[in-house]
């Protein structure tokens, strides 16, 4: 089994994660999706690559939450103790913990490239099965979204924190030599000022998804240290593109703006994001993998910092829509004014830097939610997680 053809990609149903797998795909590649499909985890991301759309589950791992999947080597389904459940797809296989070698295997010698692995990141047990047949972890997975981390940080703390502590520990317990590329983000700095971050600045992160992600951040660096595991991390600035769940700024005004609703802004709307477009992202994610110093972090920043407020207007324009939509809300506790990366380390050592014009990829971004309205409708129709989350956030202003 040649491990070097074999990539565990976790949180690959998720946006950026999904982005990475369907290019990592049409290069050729061999990749292992490990995904608890969450809320905005979709499948419908990397469904085209499903062979037949059929996924793993281990006996040995906790049942995912909030599915109802069916079985095929089950007399009935297999519920996980929710009522969401999603059409066609099936586990194949459920296999054992010596079962595992038969069954990647099985995969790397068939002509699929995807093999779907249902399954918690932090099941420690799992990844100890599976890590020895693979060279490469790229790890996504993680709570995002700064809104939900104030109405709840704990599943932030759970999967951010303890979800990449598991990888670390499996990898520790089993003497593990492959890479780990660990997926950071701009936030764990704070706010900025006049100068852009560089890696040298402190961390000084203000909301509960920063601070969870400074934590997994810091302890990928210590397992680096105290154990010699191979591990980078990247710290990517505001990401946006096809895909990305409708929750954040840009997919969430576009949709808006084409159901003609009103689009709730923050505060005075001057807060500035260093944009970059998500083909970039995973661009330096795979520089970082193929050139990246163990233990270093590179910041992967967008060159563009706009203010949310010029971004929804640029959306509204290329939507042909007014700008009466946009309505001030009150502004989130502890909203940070600024993000702003100098990714001058990443251009010299890994030899990238963003290619993407912002206003380009915004309107490529924008066309990608127009024509695929039924992606979006879905999440907008049939997810109660979502419907629940914006009257709760919006409800004063939306």
């Not at 690959?12 to 049409?26: L, P, T």
């Not at 799992?126 to 996504?140: E, N, S």
């Not at 990517?236 to 802004?265: C, D, V, W």
């Not at 001030?328 to 030899?351: M, T």
Request: with cysteine.
């Amino acid at each position: 089994m040649d491990r070097q053809k074999m990539t565990i990609v976790t949180g690959g149903c998720g946006f950026i994660g999904s982005n990475y797998v369907r290019q990592a795909i049409e290069k050729g590649e061999k990749v292992l999706v490990f995904d608890a499909l969450t809320y905005a985890g979709r499948i419908e991301n990397i469904q085209e690559h499903l062979s037949q759309k059929v996924i793993y589950q281990p006996v040995f791992g906790s049942l995912p939450r909030r599915l109802s999947i069916e079985c095929a080597e089950c007399s009935d389904s297999r519920p996980a103790g929710n009522d969401k459940s999603i059409e066609g797809l099936f586990v194949e296989k459920l296999f054992t913990t010596d079962q595992t070698e038969d069954v990647l295997t099985e995969w790397l010698e068939s002509e699929s490239q995807l093999l779907f692995l249902l399954a918690d990141v932090s099941n420690i047990e799992v990844w100890q099965t599976i890590l020895p047949y693979f060279q490469t972890v790229i790890h996504f997975a993680a709570e995002t979204h700064v809104d939900r981390s104030i109405l709840s940080a704990e599943p932030f703390i759970f999967s951010d924190v303890h979800g990449t502590f598991a990888i670390l520990d499996a990898i520790r317990k089993s003497s593990w030599k492959g890479r780990l590329l660990h997926v950071s983000t701009d936030e764990v700095y704070g706010e900025a000022k006049d100068e852009p971050f560089t890696e040298d600045s402190p961390l000084q992160p203000r909301n509960p998804y920063s601070v969870a992600k400074t934590s997994a951040d810091r302890m990928v660096a210590s397992f680096v240290h105290t154990y010699g595991i191979d591990a980078v991390i990247v710290r990517p600035s505001n990401n946006f593109g096809p895909h990305q769940y409708p929750e954040k700024l840009i997919p969430l005004m576009t949709i808006r703006a084409l159901l003609n609703q009103p689009l709730p802004i923050y505060g005075d709307g001057l807060q500035e994001r260093d944009w970059l477009f998500v083909k970039d992202s995973i661009a330096g994610v795979r520089a970082a993998v193929e050139k990246g110093r163990s233990g270093e972090v590179y910041n992967l920043g967008g060159g563009s910092p706009q203010k949310n407020i010029d971004v929804v207007k640029k959306i509204l324009s290329l939507i042909g829509r007014p700008e009466s939509l946009i309505k001030h809300v009150k502004d989130r506790p502890g909203h940070d004014r600024k993000y702003w990366l100098d990714f001058g380390k990443a251009e010299r050592e890994l030899g990238w830097k963003p290619e993407a014009d912002f206003d380009q990829a915004l309107e490529e971004t924008v066309n990608w939610y127009l024509a695929n309205k039924d992606w979006w409708k879905t999440v907008l129709e049939a997810d109660q997680e979502f419907k629940a989350f914006f009257q709760a956030w919006y409800q004063a202003g939306a």
